[in-house]
């Protein structure tokens, strides 16, 4: 009985850390999009410094600053999904998950103490 217990704790605590990766996005996925959609205006390393950047005001988002990394993620993702000034809308381009994956992505650009 008591062994039972333990095997349900170890099966939730699993099941649960995988939809929490899930809801997370896969960075690794999201690499791809981020190369072929994001980075002619968000440059390689996330710094807004892409090859289109020049010819834009304001400027694309840098990923790795902290403005950026601190705000609301919600709202983020919706400026993905619907864009932003001179940022064209992806939501008809990419699904609610790979939003997800790209998200996840560029998140990684946050130095660690910020996200
Ligand atoms: C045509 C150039 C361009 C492309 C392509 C582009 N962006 Fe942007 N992005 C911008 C610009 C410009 C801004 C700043 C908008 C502003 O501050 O008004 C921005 C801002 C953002 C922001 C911040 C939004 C906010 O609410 O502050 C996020 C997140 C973002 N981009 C993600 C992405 C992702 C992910 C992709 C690829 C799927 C992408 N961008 C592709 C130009 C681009």
């Not at 996925?29 to 980075?39: R, S």
């Not at 968000?42 to 403005?67: C, I, M, T, W, Y």
Request: glycine share 8%.
């Amino acid at each position: 009985m008591k062994k039972g217990r333990v095997l349900t704790i170890i099966l939730m605590s699993c099941l649960s850390s995988i939809s929490a990766l899930y809801a997370a996005g896969d960075a690794a996925k999201g690499e791809q999009t981020f190369k072929a959609q994001c980075m002619i205006c968000h440059g390689e390393k996330g710094q807004g410094d892409g090859a289109a950047a020049v010819a834009l005001n304001p400027k694309p988002r840098n990923f790795s600053s902290e403005e950026f990394c601190k705000a609301d993620v919600v709202a983020l993702k919706t400026s993905i999904k619907n864009g932003k000034n001179a940022m064209p809308p992806f939501g008809s381009a990419l699904s609610a998950e790979q939003i997800e994956d790209v998200f996840a992505y560029v998140r990684n650009f946050c130095p660690k103490a910020a996200k």
